[in-house]
């Protein structure tokens, strides 16, 4: 996970604000196995994951938003469409939606070390790190990892399921 | 004495009442939601005291205030809250006194927020913001008078819910924060992994939140023996006690989800009375395919229902490299004084909604016993409710009379600001 030697080879857009922060990191990471596995985790965390264009629709409704994008909410209904630059200021006007961008704006690592705070109430790594794997297509104890993707599986059943549904799905 | 409210505000469940109640007004899920035959966000209906659940959540859309545990979308919360303080509670908060609960380590952005919702949205009179571990062990305490927790004064609260898991010491009434420790793990991660995990071997259900969270509730339970179980899940027939069906609402007969056979998802209790032996496959095959038919709207679930919740207890098993909570447990009592260690283990209080999958507090001593000293006592403290737990603890607070002083006033924080105001919560002056 520490190895965030910037990829050059990686064409990096510079829109990066709408990925989540997690991704962001797993973007910069070299290793896919690892991106994957930061994405899978972040993921978890969503409330809307499989309705990913709710944050877009909602956007109409000026009771939920603040006051002050009068002007962006204006011209985008004058138009009937919204132009690319204004959703963009929008973007840029709005505070922080993200637990993490906060925690990141508050920049709790600059804090002396004996000071309690979020990053160092986190539990730590385990003693042990022996991971236990599941096979992914049944749950069941897994004997055997793809050779493409990482993932797990338990039997010549399963791989076939994994081969034929999601294996590089995400490392493509 | 004026009108003290007392509002848990968690991420899944918002819990709110008046001071010196024994339960709270009404408790509602923290979020709004949009079904698909909305184009608005509309506030749910409240769980608690009547669950009168009429919406259609299938494929709901949700928002939530609370991110990670934090409040971070104030405008949300602002629009939740008055809701709940006209409609539910019927309160003028410019009269009112408000508890308000907040977890350990918000960051100093997310408290001025807070505080601003607070007086300047809602203009309390005063406001008290109380962490849940010590409103727990307040709780915990008054409820047991004689109980260790009572006259050491001392516990260690392991607060399991939607966000989060913490375990913390709370020593004098103080929760001892260089202590506490968090596992990036609750509810909402487990739901949206049994959701993942129904969705790639059954059916998909990515977009229904509230339907697998009610599986999770129904259908999850700790094991004590992974190994084991996951051997019984894998047998045929009517060998598997770890099978069970749940039916997904179809929108005519029934808009809930229900679980198909009661007695099937109880199966897994009869596991310590028979002994365990390999069973061969018996001619059941046939029977076996029937049953997972997909076009019945229904979906099986085996190994899924105890490796759920397991990731509590095993972080790792899901990639994040975070110990379990035996080892947390461990960890936040190693943090304290080594005078403390033998009372911290004897009075280890569960709360939180997590905790609330069966056995879930036999499997923590299970785990947790080989890892301190033998001549430790251990003693695991579940509450009757552990999802009002906090609240009720705020409620016995904000009932006492010292209570009063404890607030910031509405002209302190003007005069004041946020940042000096929050001291007073921590040192008792301003």
């Not at chain 2, 809602?122 to 006259?151: C, M, W």
């Not at chain 2, 897994?268 to 029937?290: A, C, F, P, T, W």
């Amino acid at each position: 996970m520490d190895d965030e030697a910037p990829n050059s080879l990686r064409r990096m857009s510079s829109r990066t604000r709408k990925v989540a922060p997690k991704m962001v990191a797993a973007l910069a990471s070299t290793d896919n196995r690892t991106q994957a596995a930061l994405a899978r985790l972040e993921a978890l965390e969503n409330d809307n994951a499989g309705l990913e264009t709710v944050e877009p629709i909602d956007d109409d409704e000026a009771s939920l938003d603040d006051d002050d994008e009068g002007y962006v909410q204006k011209k985008a209904k004058g138009t009937k469409r919204k132009t690319r630059q204004a959703k963009a200021l929008e973007n840029a006007r709005k505070p922080p939606r993200n637990f993490l961008e906060l925690l990141h704006e508050a920049n709790l690592e600059s804090l002396p070390p004996q000071v309690p705070s979020y990053l160092r109430a986190a539990v730590g790594p385990p003693n042990s790190t022996c991971r236990r794997h599941f096979c992914t297509v049944c749950g069941f104890a897994s004997t055997y990892t793809c050779v493409r993707c990482g993932m797990r599986f338990c039997s010549i059943r399963c791989q076939t399921i994994h081969d034929d549904t999601r294996c590089l799905k995400f490392v493509a | 004495m004026s009108n003290v409210v007392v509002l848990d505000n968690g991420g899944g469940l918002l819990k709110a009442g008046h001071a010196g109640d024994d339960d709270p007004t009404t408790v509602i899920p923290n979020c709004l939601y949009r079904p698909l035959s909305s184009k608005k966000f509309i506030h749910p209906s409240p769980l608690f005291p009547s669950s009168t659940a009429t919406e259609d959540l299938t494929s709901a859309a949700v928002r939530r205030p609370i991110d990670r545990g934090y409040l971070i979308n104030p405008d949300l919360q602002r629009d939740i809250w008055s809701h709940l303080f006209s409609t539910h509670l019927k309160i003028s908060p410019p009269n009112s006194t408000l508890l308000l609960t907040e977890p350990l380590f918000a960051l100093p952005s997310i408290q001025r927020a807070a505080d601003e919702l607070v007086f300047e949205d809602f203009g309390f009179k005063s406001l008290h913001v109380a962490d849940p571990a010590k409103l727990v062990h307040i709780y915990e305490a008054n409820r047991q008078p004689h109980g260790l927790a009572a006259t050491a004064q001392c516990s260690l609260v392991v607060d399991c819910g939607f966000s989060f898991t913490h375990a913390t010491p709370v020593y004098q009434n103080v929760a001892l924060s260089y202590a506490a420790k968090r596992i990036d793990l609750g509810g909402k991660a487990l739901t949206n992994y049994l959701k993942e995990l129904v969705s790639y071997r059954s059916v998909n259900v990515m977009d229904q939140s509230f339907i697998i969270d009610d599986v999770k509730e129904k259908l999850c339970f700790v094991s004590d023996d992974v190994a084991r179980d996951l051997q019984i899940a894998r047998r045929r027939g009517k060998d598997n006690l770890m099978r069970c069906t749940y039916v997904l609402p179809d929108g005519v007969t029934h808009t809930n989800g229900f679980v198909k056979d009661e007695k099937e998802a109880e199966g897994y209790k009869m596991l310590s009375l028979e002994n365990i032996e390999d069973h061969g496959d018996s001619g059941e095959r046939v029977q076996d395919r029937k049953k997972s038919d997909l076009n019945k709207n229904e979906f099986d679930l085996t190994n899924e229902r105890f490796l759920v919740p397991e990731m509590l207890f095993h972080p790792v098993d899901l990639g994040l490299n975070q110990a379990g909570l035996a080892e947390c447990i461990v960890r936040a009592v190693n943090a304290c004084s080594s005078l403390l260690h033998p009372v911290l283990y004897e009075s280890i209080i569960l709360t939180g909604g997590s905790t609330l999958f069966p056995r879930f507090a036999e499997r923590l001593e299970l785990e947790l016993r080989p890892l301190i000293p033998e001549d430790y006592h251990l003693k695991i403290i579940t509450q009757e409710d552990p999802i009002l737990g906090v609240w009720r603890g705020g409620s016995f607070l904000a009932s006492s009379p010292e209570f009063e002083g404890t607030c910031v006033t509405k002209a302190e924080y003007e005069e004041l600001g946020s940042a000096r105001c929050r001291l007073k919560f921590s040192h008792g002056k301003v």
